[in-house]
């Protein structure tokens, strides 16, 4: 597997999409700090030094990259004694924080995994609207990690997952934040839901139940909002 290291970078994700045509073999392009991070939607995404700021490509043809990669994540912060939960579509939360996220976007046939945790940062690192919503390895854990190595872990558990397809569905909901709960989704185009969380299907989207006690299947949204 080759990696592209960088000190500093406008954008991992931004980088494999500019260069997606010369990756002939699986690449890690990690980076210790973006100066134009991004998120879903284009959304900004805070990169200050210390956090894990990681874009896999991979030629692949797999449906369920929406599962595999949050679940990936969770499943390597375990490792390292972080028990975390996936917010539906793309969130990491631990203890209701934001600790990291994933992107995932496909061009021609190859797949851009773009992944980002905050790891060894300090809660000041970031600005003040933020703070009371984030947590950080660090700050869990009071010691710091080797932040390359975490991304290599992250990379390899999705690899590894991949080959227990059928089971990734029930290993994702053990994880999933808010199953059981009455929330509220913000769909693409700005619409509304509200409903009871019962799970996601095998594709990776979302299952509520309505108050007509009917399965609404959402594909995609731009939040989902927890009651308080």
């Not at 894990?52 to 969770?74: C, K, Q, R, T």
């Not at 509200?194 to 399965?215: A, P, T, V």
């Amino acid at each position: 597997m080759n990696i592209i290291r960088f000190e500093r970078i406008n954008s991992t994700q931004d980088y494999a999409k500019e260069h997606i045509s010369s990756f002939t073999e699986p690449t890690i392009i990690i980076a210790k700090e973006q100066t134009e991070g991004k998120g879903r939607y284009g959304r900004r995404f805070l990169s200050p030094e210390g956090g894990l700021y990681l874009s896999f490509v991979i030629e692949l043809d797999f449906p369920s990259l929406n599962i595999v990669a949050p679940l990936g994540i969770a499943e390597s912060l375990s490792r390292i004694g972080i028990e975390t939960k996936i917010l539906w579509p793309n969130d990491i939360i631990y203890k209701g924080k934001k600790i990291g996220g994933v992107i995932i976007e496909r061009i021609d046939k190859k797949i851009i995994i773009g992944i980002g945790i905050n790891c060894n940062n300090r809660i000041d690192d970031f600005d003040e609207y933020l703070r009371e919503n984030i947590t950080t390895i660090y700050e869990i854990k009071k010691e710091k990690i080797d932040i390359e190595e975490l991304g290599i872990s992250i990379v390899e558990q999705i690899l590894y997952l991949m080959k227990d397809y059928e089971f990734l569905k029930d290993l994702y909901e053990r994880r999933m934040e808010g199953i059981g709960k009455k929330v509220k989704i913000i769909k693409d185009d700005g619409e509304e839901i509200k409903g009871i969380i019962k799970g996601i299907n095998e594709n990776g989207e979302l299952i509520l139940r309505n108050n007509d006690n009917k399965s609404i299947v959402v594909i995609s949204a731009k939040k989902l909002i927890l009651p308080d």
